[in-house]
């Protein structure tokens, strides 16, 4: 049986460790060509020596501060030069902050990571997935996003942040980003789709519990290992089972119930052109 993905293009960020390092390893396996986008370039070089299999070109490393857009900018313009068509786009960087920090675009970070460094990278690299087309568009959202809803005139969380509330808006605007999303891109054959990997045991979860790290006790008490939440990922970006299929959020490698408002598709148009203006899109 040979492997579903070879030839296949698949960039994924926050590859360097948790979720998306399992997911880039899930990929490497299939045969995949993975770029790996990662904050810091040692961190990447060494994930890529890991993940190197005997004669096969080793994992690319594409370096990005995804809490700079013009990193992310740069990353993009890089991608395009060196790849004519892409075929896995996986939005998988996150994190938590329990206090208000901005960014050097000065943006409230957890809106600008875990949201808007999503919209710009995607939009950026559309073309190229549109050039490889059958592709797929995965983002990582979260079960956070239920009971939350955007505030579109405190989209920055200027008035009484709070770390949680902040967090769960931006899980709820990746998947309303993801409807609308895949109601832009119908008729090209690029799909997208959004999923809640579990609870999993990464900095991401050791940071929202307050705890100093991820490590083995966290994992076994707390959350299962990185290996269980990219298999939501890795199905969403290989399995023939969701060719053709767009605008759904799944669980456990299922389409599940997203909240209500996930679904306010007048809440997603304004966030898209909100986005837009944030990232400069709109000029």
Request: proline share 4%; glycine share 10%.
């Amino acid at each position: 049986m040979t492997n579903p993905m070879i030839g296949r293009v698949c960039l994924v960020t926050g590859a360097n460790r948790g979720i998306g390092r399992a997911s880039a390893e899930a990929l490497v396996e299939l045969g995949a060509k993975v770029l790996l986008v990662c904050r810091r370039r040692p961190d990447g070089d060494e994930v890529s020596r890991a993940l190197a299999r005997p004669g096969a070109e080793p994992p690319e490393v594409v370096t990005a501060d995804l809490s700079s857009q013009a990193s992310i900018r740069e990353a993009a313009a890089q991608i395009q030069e060196r790849h004519p068509e892409l075929h896995v786009l996986i939005n998988n960087a996150g994190i938590f902050t329990h206090g208000r920090e901005l960014t050097v675009d000065g943006l409230e970070r957890q809106f600008a990571v875990n949201h808007l460094a999503y919209f710009l990278l995607t939009n950026l690299l559309l073309d190229r997935l549109k050039a490889g087309a059958p592709s797929r568009i995965i983002s990582v959202s979260s079960a956070a996003h239920g009971g939350a809803a955007l505030d579109f005139d405190d989209l920055q969380g200027e008035r009484g942040y709070d770390g949680n509330r902040a967090y769960s808006r931006s899980k709820l605007a990746n998947i309303l980003f993801t409807y609308e999303l895949a109601r832009r891109l119908q008729g090209t054959r690029v799909t997208a789709n959004c999923l809640h990997p579990g609870v999993i045991a990464t900095k991401l979860l050791a940071d929202y519990m307050g705890v100093p790290a991820a490590g083995g006790a966290l994992a076994s008490t707390f959350g299962a290992k990185p290996e269980k939440g990219a298999e939501t990922i890795v199905y969403l970006a290989s399995s023939p089972d969701v060719e053709g299929v767009s605008g759904k959020y799944y669980v456990n490698q299922r389409p599940a119930a997203s909240s209500r408002e996930s679904h306010d598709e007048a809440a997603a148009r304004r966030l898209w052109e909100a986005s837009e203006h944030l990232t400069g899109l709109s000029r």
